[in-house]
């Protein structure tokens, strides 16, 4: 059974940090891609943040400069550290592993919230 599950979540105000967290299980870790995807309400999923099976990073414009993945393959977990949030950033974050066959699994989503 593969499972991830999102931690961290909550209300920051706008200029605050947060990190998330994502453990895996049931899974061989390094062996995926891993990704945080948000989705606030009316708007599309949209990547944050992506990590290679090689440690390889990407980050869209949006948050770049503020958001750092990273993973720790030993433990199973990857995180998404947050910094300047903006009120933009408020959304669903969900925790996600591609293989490299494409195969896919998704965290059940942590709320992140930035208002002041």
């Known amino acids: 059974q593969v499972q991830l599950v999102e931690s961290g979540g909550g209300l920051v105000q706008p200029g605050g940090s947060l990190t998330l967290s994502c453990a895996g299980s049931g899974v061989t870790f390094s062996r995926y891609a891993m990704n945080w995807y948000r989705q606030a309400p009316g708007k599309e999923r949209e990547l944050v943040a992506g990590i290679s099976v090689v440690g390889s990073t990407n980050y869209p414009d949006s948050v770049k400069g503020r958001f750092t993945i990273s993973r720790d393959n030993a433990k199973s977990m990857v995180y998404l550290q947050m910094n300047a949030l903006k009120p933009e950033d408020t959304a669903v974050y969900y925790c996600?592993?591609?293989?490299?066959?494409?195969?896919?699994?998704w965290g059940q989503g942590t709320q992140v919230t930035v208002s002041s």
């Open positions: 996600n592993a591609r293989s490299l066959r494409l195969q896919e699994y």
